[in-house]
């Protein structure tokens, strides 16, 4: 699976965008200076956000393929016990 990453500056830029062309739409004056700094701090946060959610699907998709894989080869966790139980049954057996 090829990894895509996405990045913040440019999720920023087009969320940016966006918002500028949604305001200009709707034929209001032109944004002063703190109107242009509102977008874009909302803009770097949105962007954040976008970001993180974009990793954790791909994170999701990629362990869920990982399972797959797995499920199919028939490795599992189930199967391999760790050593501290192999232990324990072999001193209960032998007292």
């Not at 965008?17 to 946060?45: H, I, T, V, Y």
């Amino acid at each position: 699976m090829e990894k895509t990453k996405t990045s913040k500056k440019a999720l920023q830029g087009l969320i940016n965008d966006s918002m500028q062309e949604a305001l200009k739409s709707l034929e209001l004056p032109p944004p002063g200076k703190k109107a242009k700094r509102l977008l874009r701090s909302n803009a770097k946060k949105l962007a954040s956000i976008f970001a993180n959610v974009i990793k954790r699907q791909d994170k999701k998709k990629r362990k869920a393929q990982k399972f797959m894989e797995n499920a199919v080869s028939g490795k599992s966790k189930k199967d391999a016990k760790p050593k501290k139980m192999k232990f324990e049954k072999i001193d209960i057996e032998s007292v």
